[in-house]
C-alpha cells in the first residue's frame, strides 16, 4: 500500500482568493501519490486540477536525468 494523503476540502482559489470546493471523492483505499483531486471555486466558477503530492515520500534519485 502507498501512503495515503490528506486533502482539504477546501483550498484558497489562486484566481480569486475565493474558496474552491473539492469536486473529488476520496478514493476507497484513500488519496495517493500522482491521484487528481478536482476544486470548483465557488466565486469565479474556475476549476482546478491538484496533482496530490505526498511530501513524506521516499525520494529515489538514482532514477534522475
Ligand atoms: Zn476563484
Do not use: T
Request: with cysteine; proline share 5%; aromatic share 8%.
Amino acid at each position: 500500500m502507498g501512503p495515503v494523503i490528506r486533502v482539504d476540502p477546501i483550498i484558497v482559489c489562486v484566481d480569486c482568493g475565493g474558496r474552491a470546493h473539492l469536486l473529488s471523492y476520496e478514493p476507497h483505499e484513500g488519496w495517493e501519490d500522482g491521484d487528481v483531486a478536482a476544486y470548483r471555486c465557488e466565486d469565479c466558477l474556475d476549476r482546478w486540477d491538484i496533482v496530490l503530492e505526498d511530501d513524506d515520500a521516499d525520494v529515489d534519485w538514482s532514477e534522475r536525468g
